[in-house]
């Protein structure tokens, strides 16, 4: 069956995911990959008509794509936009920490100068959620913050677990799994506050990755404990 080509920034976001199957694929299905490769190719070209496409994601796109060809084409993108992830003062967004992981463990060629300051923004970020997290009585960065961001900050240490392996980062993705499953000021379980939520005609959506972010959780807390 054919495919309307996706436009904008899910076409962007659709490039980003099809490149990255491509290059976990290419050494066991190496026809699945090329297939993956070729759809990635075509969803970057359809999605980079439109101009109004989020900076973030073409970053991460071009670093899926860079990372999987060799490509200058796509290097530029990425190098100007990761740039300016680096030297903003606000967090980076979710896209532009994994562009910036996806970049950095290219064997293509890369700048070194940034690749330096983008590793130096992710670790204050997490060394940010390890310091707030020592200072919250249920051991975790901000609380008051939604299911989502909580997720997010530990889906990120777990990165940084895997870049240089830190007991404190593993102590803390444990206590933001604590805190999920039921050890809150409210005693609530909040995995199973999803399912509760979900009807019996309701989308995956954004409910499907919040139980992703979660198994990611759990097979890094294994990894710890091994």
Sequence with gaps: MMQEPASGDSGIYQAAALAKYAYLTRSLDQEFAGACLKAAEGAWKDACKDLFVSDDLVSMAASELYRLTGS??????AEEYLRVAAETTEDLSDAEFYAAVTYMNTRS????????ALIR???EEAEYIAEQ???????VCGESSDTDTLLQQAGRLCVVNQIITNHEYGTVIDNHLHYLLGRNAESICHIAWWEQQAGPGD????????MAAVFFLLSERKSHEG
């Design 203 to 210: 989308e995956a959506g954004q409910d499907g990755a919040q």
């Design 72 to 77: 200058r084409q796509y290097l530029g993108l």
């Design 121 to 123: 923004k992710i670790m």
């Design 109 to 116: 060629t890369v700048d070194m100068e940034l690749c330096d």
């Design 133 to 139: 997290s020592r200072q919250s009585a249920f051991l």
